[in-house]
């Protein structure tokens, strides 16, 4: 059985129909609320930069959605994993915060190497954060954020092709503020978060946060007792506003972000039997154990999940009469590590584990200039970026773990049996329990120059139209160095003279297998060029470079129907930058196109309902991806690039009401049909068929407030979430994603409800609440890992977090 901190796991079942709402963002509701001090009667007005200037949310013509900051709280969220449940059609993947990975309306990038760009982007304070070790960052004093769905290519720039992900914090304000929370909660929860911000005349402003967070682990280690998926994070800010004069303002911010915890748990889902004997292989799904009931046994040699973020930001501001000039600068480094375990097994002759290692560096300038005159509200600007990414993809297994996958692809446990030539020859040496490492070093420079406008014309009272271009030129560079496998031990024994003598006698050619790479193997790569006069080899740097430009129109026709509704119809082009994949030397792609197109009506249908749908449809071509394969003849998975065209139809809905003061209900859905057009696999052709995505996700919820005259108030919510179940294809089941076993099913429906209930005295200064996250303790497999499966014969799975409660208290001055 799987041990938590109690010993304890208790499933109940929940299901709650929400395919049928029409529903609204789970934060546009909150945010209603949360605008003043809570206590408006009627829906209020939601500000967001979704085009690049401040808006009202109902008069923005696209499909966004909004979490606030109090929203944040509400659901005791520590990042974007923790929210993203509640936003239809967002999905991101948290169980690595290093290794994050972001999908809007089902398109998301699968290649984890920094040769290839994400297919979202994630933008801080208007800031891009490239790479996925700096996508998901500990919420620090954020003011609100807003999910942009559909491509944002115009607006936001390259690799915002399924949508953008924007994330905006407080800035330095006039008035004194002095902040601080404590949460307490499961398996020794402990957060502290303190805020500070100081006017320090009418010109000067400064603001601090801060806040550390801790976790036990929710798994225990069945031999060794210890705790696995612990938290430990900390992150500060600093920021600074200098009005520098009546026109010009400056605003100058430093982040830090830190974590040192556990690398994601793997449990194993085969039958051991008793060393030496191994597993079956190949595995099979009818034979899997049930997760949620075996022991999880990892041994990782030093398990960790690390990351060191800086990042420092100027934004200046200036009005030239009525023309506003803005100067965005950043300058960002990031050093990561993540060393995992990938054979969910304690077993040395099936020992695995891999070590991806980061460090990047970035600087990003942007200007810009925004002006109204007459009926034409307008953007333009030019921006650079650069970066230079290195990753080092290191694998750790042992001469028994080789030793085991030669017997499994071929029945020849090559080292055995040089041990038992050794026996014979009386010679006391073994080639057997020794270290083995593989690595391949990758590292990029990446530069990327834009020129963007964009202009909405009130061409009258009623009817607006937006016209915009972005023109963005990419250079980037890529390396690849493979060198040979790393053994020392191993070849300090079979280099000796008369040992190398014997093996050599009795093993003949076979004797070279025991040198011979079996993770990065580049035999199938010999003779490739490089565009650095070398060609693809190992233990030579093979370089390839390569520039790609694009034009990302963006076209919207807005009409007022009445002072409260608005339908819209919009094309917008997004891109993915090309590049490199970092596990197939010497490769390269071009540029990801997405077409989107989408009509859509908002409408505030009297001040406490407000009701917004939109249908959209886009054909994303070029789209690559990235899968791990057996190719035939061989037992040795390899990672396989592919190219496909997807589309998908769907829509988006949002629905928001107040129908008493302080009682507020709110949900939203998704529903989305996203196939192949084409796409051709190992396995056949898979047009036609579903890309994985489900067809339905939702979210719905209530909150109220009830006010106790001296005695305070006392505000309570609940939150349900549903996302569909997965739908299959002809590789699904390969990819772990779609599987049938008698225990468990990746693709199934799932379900969580979040409760809170928080009491705040009448002047709002001390607050205390009570949560519980996964009130029905509903757990889920999130996938079958395979990357030793066909090597090993050990799959392994990660699965959802238990239910979760704790209190908080806090005390704002």
Not at 10 to 19: D, E, H, I, Q
Request: proline share 4%; aromatic share 10%.
């Amino acid at each position: 059985m799987i041990k938590t901190k109690h010993g304890l796991k208790t499933t109940l079942a929940a299901s709650v129909a929400l395919a049928a709402l029409a529903a609204p963002e789970l934060a546009a509701a909150q945010a209603a609320q949360d605008t003043t001090s809570q206590t408006s009667t009627a829906l209020g007005e939601i500000i967001v930069t979704a085009q690049r200037r401040e808006q009202s949310l109902q008069e923005v013509p696209i499909t966004v959605n909004v979490v606030t900051g109090q929203t944040l709280e509400t659901l005791a969220a520590d990042d974007m994993g923790d929210i993203s449940v509640f936003v239809p059609g967002l999905s991101v993947s948290n169980t690595s915060p290093t290794q994050a990975r972001y999908s809007i309306r089902g398109v998301s990038t699968s290649d984890f190497g920094v040769g290839t760009d994400p297919a979202v982007g994630v933008y801080v304070d208007g800031v891009y954060a490239a790479r996925s070790g700096a996508a998901l960052l500990a919420f620090s004093d954020v003011s609100r954020i807003e999910v942009l769905k559909g491509p944002q290519g115009t607006l936001f720039g390259r690799n915002s092709a399924a949508g953008a992900v924007s994330i905006t914090t407080n800035k330095p304000s006039d008035a004194f503020e002095a902040r601080l929370g404590v949460r307490l909660g499961e398996y020794d929860k402990r957060r502290v978060e303190g805020l500070l911000n100081v006017p320090v005349n009418d010109k000067l402003a400064l603001r601090f946060n801060a806040l550390v967070n801790s976790r036990d682990g929710w798994l225990i280690d069945e031999e060794t007792g210890a705790d696995y998926d612990r938290e430990d994070n900390w992150a500060a800010r600093a920021a600074l506003r200098w009005d520098v004069g009546p026109n010009t303002q400056v605003n100058l911010s430093w982040s830090h972000d830190e974590i040192d915890q556990d690398a994601r748990p793997a449990i194993g889902i085969v039958a051991l039997p008793a060393a030496p004997g191994l597993p079956a292989f190949p595995s099979e799904p009818a034979d899997y154990l049930d997760p949620f009931k075996v022991g999880i046994r990892n041994d990782v040699i030093d398990n960790h999940e690390t990351r060191r973020l800086d990042e420092g930001v100027l934004t200046i501001t200036h009005a030239f009469g009525d023309i506003d000039f803005t100067s965005l600068t950043s300058v960002r480094s990031f050093k990561t590590e993540n060393r995992e375990d990938e054979d969910g097994t304690s077993r040395p002759d099936l020992y695995f584990d891999t070590n991806n290692v980061e460090k990047n560096s970035s600087w990003y300038q942007e200007f810009r200039l925004a002006g109204e005159h007459g009926a034409f509200n307008w953007i333009a600007g030019a921006s650079y970026y650069s970066e230079n990414a290195k990753q080092r993809s290191d694998t750790y297994a042992t001469t028994d773990t080789i030793n085991t996958i030669l017997n499994n692809a071929a029945g020849m446990p090559l080292f055995s049996m040089a041990d038992m030539i050794l026996g014979m020859a009386n010679i006391p040496a073994s080639t057997l329990g020794h270290g083995w490492q593989e690595n391949m070093i990758n590292e990029g420079d990446f530069n990327a120059s834009a020129l963007f406008a964009d202009v909405i014309w009130a061409t009258t009272d009623r009817l607006n139209l937006t016209f915009g271009l972005r023109y963005t030129r990419d250079e980037k560079s890529f390396k690849w160095l493979n060198g040979p496998r790393i053994a020392p031990e191993l070849d300090a024994v079979i280099n000796d003279p008369m040992i190398n003598a014997v093996l050599d006698t009795y093993m003949g050619p076979a004797l070279g297998y025991l040198y011979s790479d079996y993770i990065f193997d580049l035999s199938g790569l010999a003779g490739v060029p490089c565009d650095n006069g070398v060609t693809v080899q190992e233990g030579v740097t093979c370089e390839q470079s390569d520039s790609w430009s694009d034009l990302s129109p963006r076209f919207v026709a807005d009409y007022k129907l009445t002072d409260k509704a608005m339908i819209f119809f919009s094309y917008a082009k997004g891109y993915k930058a090309g590049g490199f994949n970092s596990v197939e030397v010497g490769s390269r792609f071009d540029n990801e196109d997405v077409q989107n197109f989408e009509i859509g009506l908002k409408s505030d249908l009297g001040s406490r309902t407000r009701f917004n749908i939109s249908a959209f449809q886009y054909d994303y071509d070029g789209k690559q991806s990235i899968r791990l394969v057996t190719p035939a003849g061989s037992n040795v998975p390899q990672y396989l690039v592919e190219t496909s065209d997807d589309t998908a139809w769907g829509l988006d809905m949002q629905l928001d009401m107040e129908p008493v003061d302080g009682l507020n209900l709110f949900a939203n859905a998704q529903y989305i049909d996203a196939t192949y057009k084409h796409k051709m696999t190992d396995d056949g052709p898979l047009d036609g068929q579903p890309t994985g995505e489900p067809l339905w996700s939702a979210s719905a919820g209530i909150s109220y407030r009830h006010h106790m005259a001296d005695m305070g108030s006392l505000d309570m919510q609940l939150v349900h979430a549903y996302r569909g179940e997965g739908r299959c294809n002809k590789t699904s089941v390969g990819q772990g994603s779609c599987l049938q076993t008698p225990w468990f099913d990746p693709s199934e429906a799932q379900n969580r409800t979040d409760v809170r209930i928080y009491w705040r005295t009448p002047d709002e200064r001390y607050q205390l609440g009570f949560y519980v996250n996964n009130v029905f303790d509903n757990q889920y497999v999130t996938g079958v890992n395979n990357i030793t499966a066909t090597t090993l014969g050990t799959p392994f799975v990660g699965i959802t977090e238990p239910r979760m409660w704790g209190v908080d208290l806090t005390f704002t001055y």
